[in-house]
């Protein structure tokens, strides 16, 4: 099927526009390269200054073009570039790619260029790249459209080019590309997106998500421009089967709003990126050279593996290494079955691990017939998903056809680590056992990718497809009006108990002795709360008194509240006091949603108090989140063992309180775009079996 974004990135004919016979400058370097590499398709010079490029026809002017041009390359100025792409359209060229800088990077009057040109590009629909933009590179088709000079210097793809190259920056481009090229990664399409004026880097990955000639996509993020997009794209690569691996750089002004709850300030940008990552299974990186290595691996996607490895070795110190590198990436290296453990014993002497890691020590060398035994049993195993075997040189040498035929006959990931100088390593490669050189880059790697494999197995990315409108779980509660917002604490409570989140208890009273008497009928102590949509941080103004053990003591706690409010806030209107129980022991936590300006309604949760404040100890989501959901984010928590009875506490009721966090995400979505923050806190966890308790909420409406 044909796609927009076809003539950009898989043009039949190209027009450089400001072309030059040097191979140095912008304008000709994409003639040089495309005439060195082959391009196939046609190349059309544009420059009243030559009548031949590159040995090439040069033609005058747009309009001296002959037609059914698919692309134009503008090596021009600013200011020249929306004339230029209108005459581009009056001769039916349907995209162009835009080398200027000077746009909205440049200042006032360079925003303004820019704006004329999405003004154009709105009105006629015409295909637009950049500006300030390197160009692209299709290797497969030897379309080149950048002007890189990496493409000169990096070693040569002969094979089939599989992986995708998509960055906002030119030179992460060329420098990941080199990397990549050097451990022999093949490319099939090099994208720099500039500025994204017209097309943003969602889009580009969607066209990826779809195209044949991408198995894996290398991307680099300064900040996203259409959040609701690229969960879309990235759910198509997810369901294909396509690992994204993505290099996240930078905290952006975005989220950077006044912060008015616990929520908002624990939510910052860059967690929501790792969060929206982990939930639609792309892959977060680091830095280039992880990322190249990433590719290299990822090529081995079809392979069987997941978070639980073993680990062979010729060295017990490298298998306690490995182990421990490991473990502490959030793999598991589980200690192996008693009967697997005997296969293993009957090849390695008594001085070797054999329960995990593997130690099958310099033995090896004397019965290498035992490998493809313990190799095979391994790759067979139900307890493990991968296997990482450590030899060096000549022992891997040793080794190989074992490997090789193990990876032949069995779909599980066998990866091989050599320090030395092994002269199998190509064979390895070739025959689905990949081979890492560094026992640090092979860390930051495998782990990764084998999280990758088991989310892949988990699809936690599916809850996303529909989160628009989705406002019910199945079985849930039925649809719930929202209260009129700005709205007070009572009736945020009432729409979340509503949508099944526990509350407590509560009076509302006007004075002191209705005050009082409710505290009697409700039992002691209480808590005091002013009840007012025009103050949404009660505390602030004074307006909470806790734990107030009779009546006179609430008499006088109500009318020095009152008196403090209205001295505080005196154009505040108050629509009376809520009087609750004063609940103790459980757990608090705080359960918060904001409206991510990138990635929309976004859940976060974490311990009352202290450990929040502190620590940060907190998980994030993007809505809509389950109960099953819930519990990982709640085990995700440093302090978990808090709700599940550390040193001798009662264990609190984590059923009940996942499934209020599911409760509150329907309620969440359920307002729609109404609301930009609505936040628990504290949600009061008691022990098990005695359910949760909201004890303060609050909904802020959407700012204008």
Known sequence: ?????????????????????????????????????????????????????????????????????????????????????????????????????????????????????????????????????????????????????????????????TVSLLTQSGNVCAAVFAIARELGVPFSQFINTGN?????????????????????????????????????????????????????????????????????????????????????NVIECQDFAQMAHLAELARYRGRSAGRRVAIVSISGAVGAILADKCIGAGLEVPTLPEALQQTLRAGIPDYGMVSNPVDVTGNVVNDPGFVRTALAALATSDAIDAVIVYAPGYLLDRMADDLIDTAAAHPRLLLAIDTGRATRRDDLRAQGVPVMTDIGMAMQTLPPLLQWHERRKQRPWRALRHRQGRA?????????????????????????????????????????????AAAVALGFPVVLKVLSADLPHKTEVGGVRLNLGDADAVRRACDEMLAGVRQHAPQARIDGVLVQPMLSGGVELIVGAVRDPV??????????????????????????????????????????????????????????ACAAIAAFSDAVLALGEAADEVEINPLLVRERGQGVAMLDALIVPKRE
């Not at 490029?53 to 090596?75: K, M, N, Q, T, W």
């Not at 709850?261 to 982990?278: E, P, V």
């Not at 009129?484 to 009432?494: G, Q, S, T, V």
């Not at 108990?497 to 509560?506: L, N, P, Y």
């Open 472 to 516: 019910v779980r199945e079985g849930g509660t039925p649809p719930v009006a929202p209260p009129a917002l700005p709205c007070d604490e009572l009736a945020a409570r009432r729409y979340l108990a509503a949508h099944g989140v526990g509350d407590i208890a509560g009076q509302v009273v006007r004075h002191a002795d209705e005050a009082a």
């Open 599 to 656: 990635f929309g309604p976004t859940l976060t949760v974490g311990f009352g108090g202290v450990l929040t404040e502190l620590y940060r100890d907190v998980s994030h989501r993007l809505l809509p989140v389950d109960r099953r959901t819930a519990e990982q984010m709640l085990r995700e928590l440093r302090a978990f063992p808090l709700l599940d009875g550390f040193r001798g506490r009662p264990l609190c009721d984590v059923p009940a």
């Open 196 to 280: 994204e004026a017209c097309l943003d880097f969602a889009e580009y990955l969607q066209f990826l998500a779809q195209d044949p000639d991408t198995d894996v996509v290398l991307g680099y993020i300064e900040e996203l421009r259409d959040g609701a997009r690229f969960i879309d794209a990235a759910i198509a690569c997810a369901e294909a089967d396509k690992p994204v691996i993505v290099f996240k750089a930078g905290e952006t002004d975005k989220g950077r709003e006044a912060v008015r709850s616990h929520t908002s300030a624990l939510a910052g940008n860059q967690q929501i990126y790792r969060a929206a990552f982990a939930q639609l």
């Open 1 to 161: 099927m044909a796609h927009r974004l076809d003539p950009l990135l898989d043009p039949q004919s190209i027009a450089i526009i400001g072309a030059s016979d040097d191979a140095g400058r912008i304008g000709g370097m994409p003639i040089d390269l495309l005439t060195r590499f082959g391009y196939r398709g046609d190349i059309h010079p544009v420059n009243p200054k030559y009548e031949r490029v590159f040995g090439l026809r040069c033609h005058p002017s747009i309009e001296a073009l002959p037609d059914g041009i698919d692309l134009a390359v503008l090596a021009i100025g600013a200011e020249q570039v929306t004339p230029m792409l209108a005459r581009c359209h009056a001769r039916g060229i349907r995209a162009a790619i835009v080398y200027a800088a000077g746009f909205a990077e440049a200042g006032e009057s360079g925003a303004a260029l820019q704006g004329e040109m999405e003004a154009f590009v709105r009105t006629t629909g015409m295909v637009v790249a950049g500006p300030n933009c390197m160009g692209f590179a299709n290797l497969n088709t030897h379309a080149y459209t950048a002007f890189a000079s990496v493409f000169r210097t990096a070693p040569p793809q002969h094979e089939r080019g």
